[in-house]
């Protein structure tokens, strides 16, 4: 679904100095997966993310998405392909002067859709994020998780094929966590949508994602399945984290004895 | 207190609400554009234009750097020009609409720049173009600030027609210096002061109370 060649991208900064985000980084993505990237903070994930459908733009290489080069896209092509790939942000961006009915009728309203498709597509969104309820409540009236069941349902309100999660749960307490994973889970097995998420928590990987890779320093260090990455990890990076883990699980035991768990 | 005072005050009370009206209203249109043009033609803005936004901002700076009296006389051609004449309320409303227009750009440019970038990149990551996000996103998201920038305004350019007056532009403030200082009319004076403070206080009243009902709207709570 998605292929990544020899991406990169740097930064000039305000000193003159160019920092690398991104160092050819080569991906491959299958249709109807989800795949995490996951990497410590500075490592480029959310710049690889971004670049996926262009937010940022890359100095070279190629983003594949559906058959179709992201990278050649200029003007109104890419706007009609940024319809097809939804994103979900951590800070959820939701518009507050628009109620929740409003919010998910934006990218429809965008694709030039009627009155009255509009007003069914978005009944039919949200009551896929379990928000039928909602719909004339503004922003600022809801919780964390319910606004990003917001952000999820305006993303898929064009009937994507790829979804971006740019650290979409880091802003929300555990439980609101799961349920929004939960939500993915179902909407990638209802939808045959393919999911992108990058992460620096190990919970997320471990609970939705088949296949991930890891960053470091603007490269992909490590790729295959969250399974090898947690019994078997190769690199350095994945060692760090999976060693975070299993060093607080023996200090657990060490203090609590046997049984002794989250 | 003499039979004309009521008279006086209220041609002058028409004359100045005629020239506020009409100014703020080009004004606004004018400062819009302005600080529209300069937030998305800014690097990294939505639609980067880097030599067109230095370009505004020299004209901007270069307007609101000169005394409003004194831009009155530079602009008098230009409202002989417009409207045909330069003395009385119309040609004052070329000056003030002029000489607000590049204030109200800035107040403008800076509750525009307030509404966060994530939500113009989750509007971008839709696929809205340039136009549809300056109208259906970035406006609506700065509206009560927006509001609140336009009193501020509207407030500045009363004061304006105030000395707009003194160069024969009629008004309250023409009165004023006519009337209640050079025929020491004090309670002329007194009675267009008191007029024009009212004003004032109502233009801040009703901005107060349109921002701040567009904002309960948006953030009333359960």
């Known amino acids: 679904m998605i292929t990544v060649q020899q991406l990169s991208k740097s930064y000039s900064t305000t000193k003159g100095a160019t920092i690398q985000a991104l160092d050819g980084i080569d991906l491959h993505i299958d249709r ?70 409003g919010n998910v009728a934006f990218p429809l309203e965008v694709a030039g859709k009627s009155k009255a498709e509009i007003r069914d597509r978005v009944t039919d969104i949200l009551e896929l994020v379990q928000l039928s309820d909602k719909a004339g409540m503004y922003p600022s009236q809801l919780s964390g998780g319910q606004k990003q069941r917001v952000g999820i349902a305006r993303a898929l309100a064009n009937d994507p094929d790829v979804l971006l999660s740019d650290e979409a749960t880091s802003a929300l307490d555990p439980e609101t966590t799961h349920s929004i994973l939960e939500l993915m889970k179902d909407i990638n097995r209802k939808l045959k949508l393919t999911i992108v998420l990058i992460t620096h928590e190990l919970d997320v990987l471990q609970h939705i994602c088949n296949r991930m890779a ?39 035991f060490l203090v609590e004895g046997q049984g002794a768990g989250i | 207190m003499r039979d004309d005072l009521i008279d006086l005050l209220w041609t002058g009370l028409l004359e100045t609400l005629y020239m506020v009206f009409w100014s703020s209203l080009f004004a606004l249109a004018i400062g819009l554009a302005l600080g529209i043009t300069v937030v998305v033609t800014e690097r990294g803005g939505i639609l980067p234009i880097p030599i067109l ?88 998201e700065a509206l009560p600030a927006l509001v609140r920038a336009a009193t501020i305004a509207v407030i500045a350019i009363t004061e304006f027609t105030a000395v707009a007056g003194a160069i024969g532009a009629g008004g309250l403030g023409s009165l004023a210096i006519r009337f209640g200082y050079q025929r020491f009319r004090e309670d002329i004076l007194f009675a267009t002061v008191l007029v024009i403070i009212l004003l004032v206080q109502i233009i801040q009243w009703t901005g107060d109370l349109t921002a701040r009902s567009i904002q309960q709207r948006r953030f009333k709570r359960e």
Request: aromatic share 8%.
């Open chain 1, 32 to 101: 109807g997966d989800i795949f995490g990237i996951i990497g410590f903070s500075g490592a480029g994930k959310s710049t690889l993310i971004r670049c996926l459908n262009r937010l940022e733009e890359p100095d070279t290489g190629s983003i594949i998405v559906g058959g179709q080069d992201i990278m050649l896209l200029k003007g109104k092509e890419l706007r009609q392909a940024r319809q097809k790939i939804g994103m979900i942000f951590q800070q959820f961006n939701l518009l507050d002067s628009r109620t929740v009915f």
């Open chain 1, 214 to 252: 890891v960053i470091e320093g603007g490269r992909i260090v490590e790729t295959g399945t969250v399974d090898k990455f947690f019994i078997q990890p190769e690199s350095a990076t994945s060692k760090r984290f999976v060693h975070i883990v299993q060093n607080y699980y023996a200090n657990r």
């Open chain 2, 53 to 140: 936004n230095k370009v505004i901002g020299f004209i901007i700076n270069t307007v609101r750097s000169l005394p409003f009296i004194i831009l009155i006389v530079i602009l008098l051609p230009v409202s002989r020009f417009i409207v045909g004449t330069s003395l009385g309320p119309k040609a004052a409303i070329v000056a003030l609409s002029i000489g607000a227009a590049p204030f109200l750009a800035r107040i403008i440019e800076n509750s525009l720049k307030e509404v966060a970038g994530g939500k113009i990149e989750a509007a971008k990551s839709v696929g809205a173009s340039p136009v549809t996000i300056i109208f259906r996103v970035l406006i609506p």
